[in-house]
């Protein structure tokens, strides 16, 4: 067989194998990792949803998709706003969460903010992940930090230097959790409120 | 077989003697646990990747070489992330971006070019085994030390007692590098020592 | 996040080599003497622009539409590797001159974890494609300094009466863990 060919015929089936290989093991493994995403979320609802019992999720999209660009197509199916609501034991909603997102100095930061039913005021804050810097733009996750955002609605500013203190040395962290807090709230609040 | 198996273990430890593959050796060692499942999760990729290009050592051709074993290698990566990232979520997020990039690890392709390309099946993966625990056991080392003094406990399990003072530099990026620089002066001694003794 | 605070994060704050610990192996093999520290650090700049700009194409154009997320890491690092080729050709045919200088370092690209890593947090943090291209310069920028730092200690240090386990790559870490610590100096900096 011709060298040159030879050459191409190896690569492309090594390479043909291996795609097929990986795309059976992903069929598998991303319905799991998907369930696992779902459940630890469901449990951080718990967290920011004092005395919740059972969590229901609502789906609500929050805007039309652009299909001109794949980029902003993905990001506009993120957009799909998953409201998590929660319910005491006899099935009264206690109030609703959803998952706020904002890059932040080392990465994307992802925020689940529980807020009240009857008075749509914040609960309580999660940070879900971040990869901010250890000792400074981590801190956003310390109590004395989320602690600022209890109690705000969507008619405060909750703007850094306003209604939020900042946080020094790592203003950027700080500012992109404020942000996404922000946009988070009035979005899930329009979703939820606007469908009923 | 059984130097095959040794060599990686000491003499030519990845870490210590042959100074490859330390971008991961530095960044995940904050603990124990997580340097001992990084350095498994390596030596899974080395193995079968050392066994199956060892396998296929005759049909490849030798111009493309290379792309075919980094085709091989990013296979049995990908795997490894997503087993990992489905059966364990937890450890996933920690060793994050460095699963990945046991790809790129120098000790992998490494092995393969030098030794799978060369040997028989059997050989190879007791090569790839020993390399694996060599470069596994240097990272749970520096992972223990960084874990012990860096937050006082081991594996997870708190050994000092409470508001000891730790040294917290020792999780961060500076801990990481000197603690490896210390053991490698180490490593060398011990050597040295060795040779004075065997002459 | 503005670009100057993403080429700020990626240079100085967020150093791939002292903070991220991403490309250590060229970083110990290469700094030794500072010409070469330059030779490597820009070319590996030179690709890590390049790469950005085609992995992203490769992430949004081909394998989110396609469904085929799983393929990242496999068509990155193959993307990767033929991008360093075809700079490779392409320098040996228009410019003589730079590729004698950088030549010897372009096959060690490939195998630097810094581009690859690179790439993927790139995907992860969802940049678009300016900000990517700006990310992938100032990650390079802040690996060539970084090499540079240390190719210049390094030199001042031949002269130095260092205890004889140290020697080569031990001391050279400690030097690394002290560069490391001085570069914690610039996390407050926005």
């Known amino acids: 067989m011709n060298e040159s060919l030879r050459m191409v015929v190896v690569l492309a089936i090594i390479g043909m194998v291996s795609a097929g290989i990986l795309s059976v093991v992903y069929g598998t493994t991303s319905v799991i990792i998907e369930e696992n995403a779902a459940r630890a979320l469901e449990s951080a609802v718990y967290e920011v949803l004092p005395g919740t019992a059972s969590v229901e999720i609502i789906r609500r999209q929050a805007n039309e998709l652009r299909v001109d660009d794949p980029k902003e197509m993905r990001e506009a199916e993120q957009e799909t706003t998953l409201i998590y609501q929660g319910l005491d034991a006899q099935g009264n909603v206690l109030g609703y969460a959803f998952v706020g997102e904002a890059n932040g100095y080392g990465g994307v930061i992802r925020l689940l903010v529980g807020v009240d039913e009857a008075t749509d005021q914040i609960l309580n804050v999660k940070v879900l992940s971040h990869s901010e810097t250890p000792g400074l733009g981590d801190r956003i996750e310390g109590e004395g930090f989320r602690n600022r955002f209890v109690g705000k609605t969507v008619e405060d500013p909750i703007t850094i230097g306003q209604d939020i203190d900042n946080l020094s040395g790592a203003t950027v962290s700080a500012t992109a959790a404020t942000d996404a807090i922000r946009r988070g709230l009035s979005e899930a609040l329009a979703a939820y409120r606007g469908g009923e | 077989m059984w130097k095959d198996f040794v060599r990686g273990l000491w003499a030519d430890n990845p870490t210590f003697r042959l100074n490859i593959g330390l971008c991961p050796v530095l960044a995940v060692t904050v603990s124990a646990l997580n340097g001992l499942s990084m350095g498994l999760a390596t030596t899974l990729v080395l193995i079968c990747s050392s066994a199956l290009i060892s396998l296929l050592k005759n049909l490849i051709p030798a111009k493309v070489r290379i792309p075919a074993f980094i085709i091989v290698i990013a296979t049995f990566v990908t795997i490894v992330d997503l087993v990992m990232h489905a059966y364990l979520p937890d450890l996933h997020s920690v060793l994050g971006l460095f699963i990945p990039l046991i790809v790129v690890n120098c000790i992998v392709l490494g092995r393969a070019e030098a030794f799978a390309a060369k040997h028989s099946v059997l050989r190879s993966a007791v090569d790839g085994i020993g390399m694996g625990l060599g470069f596994t056991w240097a990272l749970t080392l520096l992972g223990a030390i960084r874990e012990l003094l860096g937050s006082g406990s081991l594996f997870g399990m708190a050994l000092l007692p409470e508001g000891a003072t730790t040294l917290g530099i020792m999780s961060l990026p500076p801990g990481a590098f000197i603690t490896l620089g210390l053991l490698m002066a180490m490593m060398n001694m011990i050597t040295a020592r060795q040779k004075k003794t065997a002459s | ?190």
């Open chain 3, 1 to 190: 996040m503005s670009l100057f605070t993403i080429l700020l994060s990626a240079l100085l704050v967020n150093n791939f080599v002292l903070v991220r610990f991403l490309g250590i192996c060229p970083f110990m093999g290469v700094s030794k003497d500072v010409d070469s520290a330059i030779g490597m650090g820009l070319a590996t700049t030179f690709v890590m622009v390049v790469a950005a700009a085609a992995t992203w194409l490769i992430q949004w154009f081909i394998l989110e539409p396609l469904g085929l997320p799983f393929l990242q890491t496999l068509s990155f690092i193959l993307v990767i590797a033929s991008m360093v080729q075809l700079v490779e050709m392409f320098l040996h045919k228009t410019s003589p001159g730079l590729y004698r200088a950088m030549g010897i370092f372009l096959p060690l690209i490939t195998t630097n974890c810094a581009i690859l890593g690179f790439a993927i947090m790139g995907v992860q943090n969802s940049y678009s494609f300016i900000e990517t291209v700006i990310f992938g310069l100032g990650a390079g920028l802040g690996f060539t300094l970084a090499l540079m730092l240390m190719a210049g200690i390094r030199e001042e240090m031949q002269f130095a009466d260092i205890p004889k386990p140290l020697r080569g790559v031990g001391i050279a870490f400690i030097v690394a863990g002290l560069l490391s610590l001085a570069f914690g100096g610039f996390a407050g900096l926005v």
